[in-house]
């Protein structure tokens, strides 16, 4: 059964920092590229940063360069994003995804989300 699971969420103040994980089972790690998503009330979901596991590419949105870093540990099948200099508008649902292709294909497993709340 694939998986994906999403921890590490939490609230934080603005200017801090938070780093999720999203923890994969079911498919082969390395074949896959993972992507991070969010999605705040009223608003679409927003493609927030990616990593090929293969080769360890990586994209980020604008609105977070400079201060979201993605990484991957092959070994624990688990991708962390690390947050810093948070801002109150980085506040959403984080959800982590998978694709067996590259970053800007369909994705073919989603997780359940981890909240990030961040207060002003």
């Known amino acids: 059964e694939v998986q994906l699971v999403e921890s590490g969420g939490g609230l934080v103040q603005a200017g801090g920092s938070l780093r999720v994980s999203c923890a994969a089972s079911?498919?082969?790690?390395?074949?896959?590229?993972i992507g991070w998503f969010r999605q705040a009330p009223g608003k679409e979901r927003e493609g927030v940063s990616c990593?090929?596991?293969?080769?360890?590419?990586?994209y980020y949105a604008d609105s977070v360069k400079g201060r979201f870093t993605i990484s991957s540990d092959n070994a624990k099948n688990t991708v962390y994003l690390q947050m810093n200099s948070l801002k109150p508008e980085d506040t959403a649902l984080y959800y982590c995804?998978?694709?067996?292709?590259?970053?800007?294909?369909?994705?073919?497993?989603w997780g359940q989300g981890t909240q990030v709340t961040v207060s002003s």
């Open positions: 990593i090929s596991s293969s080769d360890g590419t990586t």
């Open positions: 079911g498919f082969t790690f390395d074949d896959y590229a």
């Open positions: 995804a998978a694709t067996g292709t590259n970053c800007f294909d369909e994705y073919d497993y």
